[in-house]
């Protein structure tokens, strides 16, 4: 379904290459990026030609991650944007080098077609004191999107059809998933997660320098099954939990890394005991129980839907059923 | 002369010279407006919480430096929780030199305020409650700064925690002082730092009151040079109701003062009354470890002058009958493993349990009377306690 998803994405932007023909040619407006302020709406930085279809102008490229991040089932559109002058440099499996004036847009919608919902739109600017992470919240006649620094709650219903108050983060939640070191950097657009014929288009066309090493390691999520349980598994944490639980962010203090190059079996939380779970322990003593995911505290928190046990903190609010079944089936594996 | 003074001020102030109040109100909006005045805050503002109760749905944050966030008093200003849908605590503190003073958060569905890799850091007159009491799945911490160099806690009120009410971890140059924790799993816990300074608390009703120690397979190892005195440790005995798998869990009802895998403590001139298993317990880390840069024993420890009314009339110890009766009906006061390296004034009263190996459980134990060397020499105090300049954030 996400893939139909990016692929329909992929057509528009076709589309709108197409229409810029007939139109004045639309730019995005690098000073939106570049500048001090914070652009009051979505329809200041230009970056589509048709908002509302989130057609894009042309430097600004739909992109997807192999493995993605649970957000409550959302689609998420996904573009990068490539300020002129400049070109995206590969830095093996890690993150693309994006120098400043760079851009990353992520909607979030709800719905199919006809009733498809753009509910909030979050922007990664790159300026030239770091990042900046900013939410932008769409109004109800799917126009325009207004920044909401202090985020929102929206009633909605997912495509599993669980009514939930879904949660727009404010500008400092943002950095809670965004933050390494004090600084805010992306998440997403790590070699190792993305498209290899993505990166090699890129290439092709000059806007990243040259095919990054360690690219495409991590499965597709939609076809996980076709890859080993391991892969899956540790792709699904190193995306969905590894942005805290790592060192020099936000959950550094439990000493659990979740990251997919992590290799101590320790950091990874087994036979590890929790440091500040509180009541997210849910009565058991280790992160990760070999062989027993009934017994462990990942899978608890997981599972919970509940403020204070659940994880992760923030940016979802049900559980993900299917991640979770991989969580499981791979700490069931594991040898006692 | 009037110009000099005027320079003068003018060097003596860290913040800009434009710094803004920002005042906010309860009511409707609440959270959207609070949070906002959070995100825009310059560095020198002042954001004011008027008096009142505001409903809020989702955790606050805030994450620029030298901010002051003030309420009406920790009875006017109430942040109440017990509506929160999201976020893993009340408030989260990011950024350095802030202070949070006058007001009060209830029934946060995680911790109440964690200040994370935030230096400098004033908490003043805050109380955090969760109203229903002791309750398993109340949040762990009410106050909770973890990474960071420089915290002031004074004058804070915590009760209802299901870990520690107020919880200090892997940072440096800490005080807390002038405090009330009560009815928590532990009162007030100082864990994997340096440099701290405990006076001048009340901790009643807990199930432990005071907790010092270390614990393996963290980022920041290696805690010592903690000071406790000068605090009221009574009472101490509601049964623990810590989750599961908590090492606080471990905690038994009715610990006074623990020190647990430390390096250079010192407890003196404290009070301890009614703490039923032992007023003072000092031991090493219990569980397996692997972590190469740990050490699991007690080093260094002084027991100093202290109060005891009392000793160890209920202890929850394997074997309390015998023990009770080995020892006249009442365990003396100070409780030592027998592991690491312990010393105590003149008169003190204790036991031990004559371990010889960490980590083995109690099987090796053979309890005797304390039978330790006295200090030689001052507790060395330098550099022990929150950075001075902190104190001034505390007028007014």
New interface residues.
Partial sequence: MRHSGVLAAAALAFAGALSVQATPPQYVNDEAIAGEGMPRLLSDYGFFADLGEQVPVPHVYPYRLNTPLYSDGADKLRFVYRAPGTQFRADGEGLIDMPVGAALIKTFAFGEGESRRLIETRVLLHRADGWVALPYLWNEEQTDAQLAVAGARIDLTTPKGEAISYRVPNKNQCKECHGLDDAVVPIGPKARNLSGDWLAQMVAAGHLDRMPQGADQLPLWEAREGASLNAAARAYLDVNCAHCHRPGSTASNSGLDLRWEQEDPHALGIGKRPVAAGRGAGGHLFDIVPGSPDKSILTYRMASPEPGVAMPEIGKETVDEDGLEVVRRWIGEMTP | MIRLTFAAALLASASPLLAETHTVSPGEGA???L??A???ALPGDEIVLEAGRYAL???L???VDNVTVRGAGMDGTVLDFTG?????EGF?I?SDNVTVRDFALEN????GIKS??ADNIVYHRIRVTWTRGPH??????GI?P??STGVLVDGVKVTGA??AGI?V??SNGITVRNSIAEANVAGIEIENSRNALVEHNVATRNTGGILVFD?P????MGGGNVIVANNLVVANDTPNFA?????VAGVRRGTGIMVMANDKVLVENNILSGNPTAPVMVIAYT?PF?DERYNPLPREVTIGENTYDGGGYDPQLDGAEMLLAAFGGELPPVLWDGLGSVAAVEGTAGWSLNLTEAGKGLGGAQPGPLSVAEPTGEFDRSGIGAPAALEARLAG
Wanted: net charge negative; aromatic share 6%.
């Fill in positions: 959270q959207a407006r949070q906002e959070l995100i825009l749905t989702d955790g944050s805030l994450d929160q849908q999201g976020a893993g989260l990011t946060p569905k995680g911790d994370k890799g398993e799945e109340n949040g762990a911490y909770y973890v990474e299901s870990d919880y971890g892997q614990l397979g963290l980022p920041v989750p599961a798998g908590n090492i569980q692997e």
